[in-house]
């Protein structure tokens, strides 16, 4: 009967060809291909104490700093939500500093993109020397900010600056003081931010040589002329692009901290035109040695940015036209 069945055994069970590779072999190749889990974790671990102790540990410090009072000097000190009814309830340079926020993002987001949707359309036009105009276009986004703020308060300087020489040669017997004038101040940061707009415009131009040209062609056979196909092709095809540059304009102005710094710092500017939320921040924490203070501002801060973003990404589903639908269901 055991002879019966092995050999019935030996029929049933397949024959290995020549050269097949053992049972025993192929376990051992298995053992060797285990994901070594132990050097993994050692090509990861820069990362990842990285973000611990320079990311997570900061934010959770600052979070219960921002219900202390501390100084820096002396041990963390609880007081609750004493910072933030400091905040919203006796601190006038605190709304002074939403206020200036508030219209540097409303005026320089949208005039940023425009300018920098109109550079990007008008380089994807010459056919020769197109990679000169775009290097010259872009070569001021590499100027460091600190320099660039410093050249241009000597350029709109009131008195020896080179923009009121030319504005009054033209005829404007009164020029604006810039920097010196509240109420030109802030204009002021706006060109300076519009002369560095190479780095937005890069993006854009990416944007604009990658709508299909089958597009414009359909078009051009339907009797559209150049607005009408700006308008219905293009436009819609840099939605995804522009709805990329608002959303991180939106989180870079209220983050806008070293043009404003060294700007007010050249001309002194004691009216606080150019006292923004993160100059509070700076003012409280390293000038006044109120960390706590400076932490509970920084949240609210992390809330804010938090809320517009949500907003962008719910209202985007109206105006943004992606190729294969929404990212953001």
């Not at 190749?29 to 990861?44: A, D, E, N, S, V």
């Not at 709304?95 to 320089?108: E, V």
């Not at 870079?252 to 710092?265: D, E, I, L, R």
Request: proline share 6%; with cysteine; glycine share 6%.
């Amino acid at each position: 009967m055991t002879k019966a069945l092995q050999a019935i055994t030996s029929l049933v069970r397949p024959r290995r060809k020549a050269g097949a590779i053992s049972d025993s072999h192929m376990d051992s190749k298995r053992r060797k291909l285990h994901t070594p889990w132990i050097f993994i974790g050692l090509c990861m671990s820069p990362w990842v104490l990285g973000f611990l102790f320079f990311t997570a540990y900061p934010m959770i410090a600052s979070f219960y700093e921002s219900f202390t009072r501390f100084d820096l000097i002396n041990p963390p000190k609880w007081v609750g939500l004493g910072n933030y009814r400091r905040m919203f309830f006796h601190d006038q340079l605190f709304w002074i500093s939403i206020k200036n926020t508030i219209w540097i993002s409303a005026i320089s987001i949208p005039l940023r993109i425009c300018f920098a949707l109109f550079t990007a359309w008008i380089l994807t036009k010459p056919k020769r020397g197109s990679s000169i105009y775009r290097t010259m276009f872009f070569i001021p986004a590499m100027v460091p900010t600190v320099a660039a703020t410093m050249s241009f308060t000597y350029i709109f300087n009131p008195a020896v600056g080179p923009i009121n020489r030319f504005l009054e040669s033209i005829g404007i017997k009164n020029p604006p003081y810039w920097f010196l004038d509240p109420h030109w101040s802030k204009w002021a940061l706006i060109i300076l931010g519009l002369w560095g707009i190479g780095d937005t415009m890069i993006i854009y131009l990416a944007g604009f040589l990658d709508v299909p040209r089958a597009l414009y062609e359909a078009a051009e056979l339907d009797g559209a002329n150049s607005w009408q196909q700006f308008r219905s092709v293009t436009l819609p095809l840099m939605t995804p692009v522009i709805f990329f540059s608002a959303v991180t304009g939106i989180i870079g102005s209220f983050q806008y901290f070293t043009q404003a710094y060294v700007a007010s710092g050249q001309v002194l500017d004691y009216s606080h035109s150019m006292y923004f939320y993160a100059s509070h921040i700076y003012n409280e924490a390293f000038a006044n040695y109120q960390m706590g203070y400076a932490s509970a501002l920084a949240w609210v801060l992390l809330v804010i940015t938090l809320l517009c973003t949500y907003v962008m990404l719910k209202t985007q589903k109206r105006w943004v036209h992606y190729p294969n639908g929404s990212l953001f269901k």
